[in-house]
T-cell receptor
Framework: DAKTTQPDSMESTEGETVHLPCSHA???????IYWYRQVPLQGPEYVTH???QNTTNSMAFLAIASDRKSSTLILPHVSLRDAAVYHC??????????????FGKGTKLSVKS | AQTIHQWPVAEIKAVGSPLSLGCTIK??????LYWYWQATGGTLQQLFY??????VESVVQLNLSASRPKDDQFILSTEKLLLSHSGFYLC???????????FGPGTRLLVL
């Protein structure tokens, strides 16, 4: 499975804009970059995903490097509810019947008031 | 809107006892369904996936089995629990194999 590298933890303060980095130096052309977040004792929550172009939704902005070897999840004006473990995952679009998501340890984002 | 429900919320079971965990998806027809497992302090692993009723594929062997008796229902079970089965079990769905997967609230299992 393709590998991503994320910092173990990051700290922020309410109201700040947070940049969560992810390195995926060996990404293939048919791999999507997915971001999920998870708080203890709950299932992962889908945040966003992209292939080549930057994407934005109500939760976050995903900036993808032009060579696709890294990406950054940008969370504007974080609140205490944004404290979670953020997972950057590569998902292969192989056209098969399964798309296994391989989760790592992710980045634990702490938010203080 | 689609909803995903897992039952039970939490369970404490004895080693060697049977287990049945359930997952129901409402609001989506013929979804792809998945079981994932997370050991305490560990990472999520996909265990099974199903693209249609009656068809289940195993991804990781953990002495567990899965079945899909209805379009909107996915069951995870075993006849004899092991201590190593403890953890957090998550059901997920997607519209098709290459679409975004959405996770349920999970079931916490403690095997003693």
């Amino acid at each position: 499975d393709a590998k991503t590298t994320q910092p173990d933890s990051m700290e922020s303060t309410e109201g700040e804009t947070v940049h969560l980095p992810c390195s995926h130096a060996t990404i293939s052309g048919n791999e999507y970059i997915y971001w999920y977040r998870q708080v203890p004792l709950q299932g992962p929550e889908y945040v966003t995903h992209g292939l080549q172009q930057n994407t934005t939704n109500s939760m976050a902005f995903l900036a993808i490097a032009s060579d696709r070897k890294s990406s950054t999840l940008i969370l504007p004006h974080v609140s205490l509810r944004d404290a979670a473990v953020y997972h950057c995952i590569l998902r292969v679009d192989s056209g098969g019947s399964n798309a296994k998501l391989t989760f790592g340890k992710g980045t634990k984002l702490s938010v203080k008031s | 809107a689609q909803t995903i429900h897992q039952w039970p919320v939490a369970e404490i079971k004895a080693v060697g006892s049977p287990l049945s965990l359930g997952c129901t998806i409402k609001g989506k027809s013929s979804p792809n369904l998945y079981w994932y497992w997370q050991a305490t302090g560990g990472t999520l692993q996909q265990l099974f996936y199903s693209i249609t009723v009656g068809q289940v594929e195993s991804v990781v062997q953990l002495n567990l089995s899965a079945s899909r008796p209805k379009d909107d229902q996915f069951i995870l079970s075993t006849e004899k629990l092991l201590l190593s089965h403890s953890g957090f079990y998550l059901c997920a769905w997607s519209l098709w194999a290459q679409d975004t997967q959405y996770f349920g609230p999970g079931t916490r299992l403690l095997v003693l």
